[in-house]
């Protein structure tokens, strides 16, 4: 097994290379691939030292997978390349996502959909995965109508540089800024690009990739998304409108059942989800579960989750075990 990180020194990229190490994954050669001014430097890997390389090098190696984390505009003109030589991307940038014939994959819903024709694979964006994952038991069970969602999301979300920004501030020290405002003791409603109606691509990550995720257009989701100070995970306030009426103890007991998602929600001994706990662990966690008063068939919750791992780096790792599992590589 031939495997390629490429974006292995960034923030996600280090990360898939500590979770293929912590799940053990079966790698004979690990192909660390990142910017020419990092060529040569070594990444540790069970227990062997591996050398940095180029991309176009990287193709000549030939790997059997290769997970990208590396921005859209390196996903579209390099993971073709690799899809050419036989390789099977997982692509963690926002470049595929939507493009039709490309599946969007959280494994735990949707993996079955993948046979070895597919060579270039789709991985959510972060505060995507955290909701599905929390809502796939509802939506087989009574099918959802609609979802209001608020995110309080991580500056590991933006890269290295934003914590960087934010640990500058902190520390009362210049630096280089990649947020138009301070984000120590704020909260920026601004993730991505404004469009023309006043919504951030984030935002509209929410809608597009959950209708792809449910194989449901017919969904209905309206989203804000916050940067907030935090370093250990995404949080969500998820308000769904379910299409038929529900016990709210049957609901507990779906969401408790989904692999990947752990209840925590007992707020009179103030057990609920935060991402000070949820940092540098797999599961979604789910809190505060209680019905909506204000309209028939609706539920309100909180979702937090590790942005990095699960968000990012697990779910790509969890595709490509599904995928060697299965003999599609």
Request: hydrophobic letters at 40%.
């Amino acid at each position: 097994m031939k495997l390629a990180i490429v974006g292995a020194t960034g923030l996600v990229g280090t990360m898939m290379i500590k979770i293929l190490e912590e799940r053990k994954f079966k790698v004979d050669e690990l192909i660390p691939v990142a910017s020419p001014k990092s060529i040569g430097k070594e990444i540790a890997f069970d227990g062997k030292k591996f050398q940095v390389v180029g991309i176009e090098q990287a193709i000549a190696l030939k790997p059997d997978i290769a997970i990208f984390s590396a921005g859209g505009s390196t996903s579209l003109e390099w993971a073709p390349k690799f899809a050419e030589i036989g390789c099977t991307v997982i692509d963690n940038s926002s470049a595929w996502r939507m493009k039709e014939g490309y599946p969007l994959i959280v494994p735990e819903i949707n993996a079955q959909l993948l046979n070895k024709s597919h060579k270039i694979i789709a991985n959510p964006n972060c505060s995507t995965i955290q909701m599905v994952l929390a809502l796939s038991g509802l939506q087989t069970e009574y099918g959802i109508k609609r979802i209001v969602v608020s995110t309080y999301q991580s500056v590991t979300g933006t890269g290295v540089k934003a914590v960087e920004q934010l640990e500058n501030e902190r520390n009362g020290k210049e630096g280089e800024k990649v947020y138009p405002h301070p984000i120590d003791k704020n909260c920026l409603p601004h993730g991505g690009d404004f469009d023309e109606n006043g919504y951030t691509s984030e935002e509209l990550k929410l809608l597009n990739e959950t209708r792809k995720i449910f194989a449901d257009q017919s969904i209905n989701v309206t989203a804000t998304v916050v940067r907030v100070p935090v370093i250990g995970g995404h949080s969500e306030a998820v308000n769904v409108e379910l299409k038929s009426d529900f016990q709210l103890n049957k609901v507990k007991e779906l969401i408790d059942k989904t692999p990947g998602v752990v209840i925590q929600d007992d707020p009179k001994n103030n057990l609920y989800p935060m991402p000070l706990n949820a940092h540098d662990k797999d599961d979604v966690f789910v809190g505060r579960i209680r019905k909506d008063p204000s309209q028939p068939n609706t539920l309100d919750m909180w979702v937090v989750s590790d942005n990095l791992r699960k968000g990012a780096a697990t779910n790509a790792v969890q595709i490509a075990e599904y995928l060697v599992t299965n003999n599609l590589v």
